[in-house]
């Protein structure tokens, strides 16, 4: 079964996160609130990435862009 991270609040206002293994996020939400905790946000475990922003490549192209024309042929 996948592990996933979480982040909830519990029927007090306290923040709470951590691990658990579930045999899907609607499981483990379903747990959490067993537990009287409001899941936040739950994701599984190693497949979190973040991809480059489209504007930071835009950016670094027209670096690219402009210091090749200013530059003697």
Request: aromatic share 6%; no cysteine.
């Amino acid at each position: 079964m996948p592990v996933f991270t979480f982040s909830g609040k519990t029927a007090s206002g306290e923040k709470v996160q951590g691990e658990r293994v579930a045999s899907t996020k609607d499981g483990l939400a379903s747990q959490l609130r067993k537990e009287r905790i409001t899941p936040g946000s739950i994701r599984e475990k190693g497949k979190e990435f973040s991809l480059p922003t489209l504007a930071a490549a835009r950016s670094r192209s027209k670096k690219l862009r402009y210091s090749s024309a200013s530059s003697p042929s």
